[in-house]
């Protein structure tokens, strides 16, 4: 589809090119697709992704494996000094959230280490105060929770896609904070992972399971809807950044156009983060800056690569601090 072997091609025709790939439906009715590997190599050319390449599967394995060694210690640890730690995974369809979360499950002792996707609330839940579903998962003592999607349905999905009011969406941003805030004073360990998809690598696994049988049950109807939903996902997500993102339960940032990739880096950004006994720090280090970073400082919208300061979304500054005043008043 393209030829990837000129170098320095020209930034115009290289935007060009990744504009055909930015059309939902031309993409999904095409019988063929860019490959991830080329689709890669041209965000790097335009600046977009900081690698020319995917990480190869002999590194991925070989990383993988020392990786979990760790992540078995850290279990061990969390079971014989009364741990709690919840790692909540979000980003958008097709970001490589469920990937990565079975990656740290795979060899874990899945008696103290859950895997939490929740269904659509039913009509009890719907009834329910809104965290009352996601809390009753909170681990106890000696236990991992692994959230696939969490609370922040509410401040992405649900607000595109107007399955909850302005005020609940409001009352959203101003109690989660609190929320956090109370778990984490408890002795909880809290990880908030973002998974950040390029346009056109969504739309081409969005295609991989279009026309894969055996990936038809990732799809459905809503993740469908929301692929020309790009511009609403993306305001609604700067906005949960900015009055969710707080010193006691920061966001990570993990960019993941190559998955195997993400999965590395995300996981060792767990590990260094725990002090856990017989750390093995040959393994354990710093991730990736390029691919691991807070959200503080910058968008992960390609279209600005990735350093365009995060603004406000001012309707709900002001509407959180009238409804303030008036609770003192």
Not at 25 to 44: A, E, F, M, N
Not at 199 to 206: G, N, S, T
């Amino acid at each position: 589809m393209l030829n990837m072997g000129k170098k320095n091609r020209d930034k115009a025709k290289l935007q060009k090119l990744l504009k055909r790939l930015n059309d939902p439906k031309k993409v999904l009715k095409s019988s063929k697709i860019i490959s991830g590997k080329k689709l890669l190599r041209l965000s790097y050319e335009l600046g977009t992704y900081p690698y020319p390449e995917k990480i190869t599967l002999e590194d991925y394995e070989q990383e993988k494996h020392l990786l979990q060694i760790e992540l078995l210690k850290v279990q061990a640890w969390v079971k014989e000094t009364g741990q709690r730690i919840l790692a909540i995974f979000e980003g958008r369809d097709a970001a490589g959230k469920g990937g990565a979360i079975k990656r740290f499950n795979e060899h874990l002792n899945p008696r103290a280490a859950h895997v939490i996707a929740l269904e659509k609330p039913n009509d009890r839940e719907q009834g329910q105060w809104y965290y009352q579903r996601y809390i009753k998962h909170i681990p106890t003592k000696g236990e991992m929770v692994f959230l696939d999607r969490s609370w922040y349905n509410r401040a992405g999905v649900e607000r595109v896609m107007g399955f909850c009011s302005d005020e609940e969406h409001l009352e959203f941003m101003r109690q989660t904070p609190q929320l956090e805030r109370m778990l984490v004073n408890s002795g909880l360990h809290l990880f908030k992972y973002w998974f950040s998809v390029s346009r056109q690598e969504q739309l081409r696994r969005f295609h991989s399971r279009t026309h894969d049988p055996l990936k038809h049950w990732k799809l459905s109807a809503i993740d469908l809807q929301s692929l020309n939903r790009w511009d609403a996902y993306t305001e609604a997500k700067n906005a949960m950044f900015f009055h969710t993102h707080t010193a006691d339960a920061p966001w990570i940032n993990i960019k993941s156009d190559d998955k195997k990739r993400a999965r590395i880096n995300c996981m060792r950004h767990f590990l260094y983060s725990l002090d856990y006994p017989n750390k093995d720090t040959s393994v354990i280090y710093k991730p990736d800056p390029l691919i691991v970073g807070s959200i503080s400082n910058y968008i992960d919208n390609p279209s600005v690569e990735n350093k365009e300061p995060i603004a406000p979304d001012l309707k709900i500054v002001q509407k959180i601090n009238n409804s303030t005043h008036r609770g003192k008043s």
